[in-house]
């Protein structure tokens, strides 16, 4: 008899193992595809390079330098090595209000150069967590299901850990009495994308939009035409805004 409770012992632990080993091959499985994903796309990019004429028929007329192009594919390929090599953009894990912010906003910027799919942001963002960020994340993979999380869950996930409930407090308060004032419109948007995130009481976009323009200066909020906001979403509402009070 006791040598058959320590086969049946034996055989569980066996299926546990067997178990994690599953999903750690999984989670290999995505990155493996994410990185083959992004090596297919440097591919694409250098072929489209080498496709290019290098040297073009002289118009009658010499054009202005054509900068935006080439720093645009300058800042894919950054983007592409970034991912492949793991030697950049890392996040530690600091609690401070800052770093987690700027490391999120950096993150998103690449996404939006190298064209990631909703669907991998997560599995990129987490290529870059090391020390006390990379034990949290193990944890919330116990947690929570990965395979499903969005990106906003993630950075409400992260922001909840390392950016204190103090600091939130005060974010939120300032988000809550924040006006124009002496920032142009930009300077205004910029800030207010910023603090608008720790806004949990913003149930929806509608409460969002009557934030922001109860916060423009009087000046900026006559010249806008109100009846034409009627129904428009907060990027159109901006737009308009900024166009209003010429930045």
Known sequence: MQEAMVRTRSQAEHVGESDTSNDQDSRNARLDRLID????????????????????????????????????????????????????????????????????????????????????????????????????????TVMHDINSMTWETFKNLLEEKFVTSATRDDKRREFANLKQGSMTVAEYLRKFDELSRYATYLNNEKQKIDQFLNGLNPVVYKDLEVADLEGADFAKVANKSFKGGQG
Request: glycine share 2%.
């Open 37 to 140: 994903m992004m090596e297919r796309f440097l591919e694409q990019q250098a072929k489209l390079q080498a496709d290019r004429p290098t040297s073009p028929p002289p118009p009658p007329t010499p054009p202005p330098p054509l900068s935006t192009p080439v720093i645009r594919n300058n800042v894919i390929d950054v983007v592409g090595e970034c991912f492949l090599k793991y030697k950049s953009l890392v996040f530690e894990g600091a609690v401070d209000s800052k770093i987690p912010e700027n490391w999120i906003r950096t993150m998103e910027r690449l996404f939006d150069c190298a064209r990631i799919p909703n669907t991998e942001k997560v599995y990129c963002a987490i290529m870059m967590l090391r020390e006390d960020a990379s034990y949290w994340w193990d944890t919330m």
